[in-house]
């Protein structure tokens, strides 16, 4: 599974919904989406132990390096720093998604209140 593209595709779905002018059950659209929230936080959390154990990696690689400069070492260094990057990446697409999935969530309650 793709995960930013099921991202997308329940976003996608919440959007729709929040435009739609009908009476939803928007108590079941609630607890669809903070079903998603659950399932994605524990996503994010898997990633940022990951991320933090590359970041922890890199930092020992590089302050071996300093104490001695062995080719295998630095490689591995390199290694860690390219694998690092994407799950940096990866990981703020996470946070940042699950931030605005948070308001929708907001934009959902303001639906219940007025129906």
Do not use: C
């Amino acid at each position: 599974m793709h995960i930013k593209k099921y991202m997308k595709e329940h976003e996608s779905y919440i959007k729709e919904q929040l435009l739609k002018d009908g009476r939803q059950d928007w108590n079941r659209i609630k607890e669809k989406h903070e079903r998603m929230i659950k399932h994605m936080q524990h996503e994010r959390l898997i990633h940022l132990i990951v991320t933090l154990a590359f970041g922890l990696f890199l930092l020992i690689t590089f302050v071996s390096t300093l104490t001695k400069a062995y080719t295998l070492i630095m490689i591995l260094m390199g290694l860690f720093f390219v694998l690092l990057v994407p799950y940096l990446t990866h990981y703020f697409y996470l946070e940042n998604t699950i931030q605005h999935w948070y308001q929708l969530m907001d934009e959902i309650e303001k639906k219940i209140k007025k129906f």
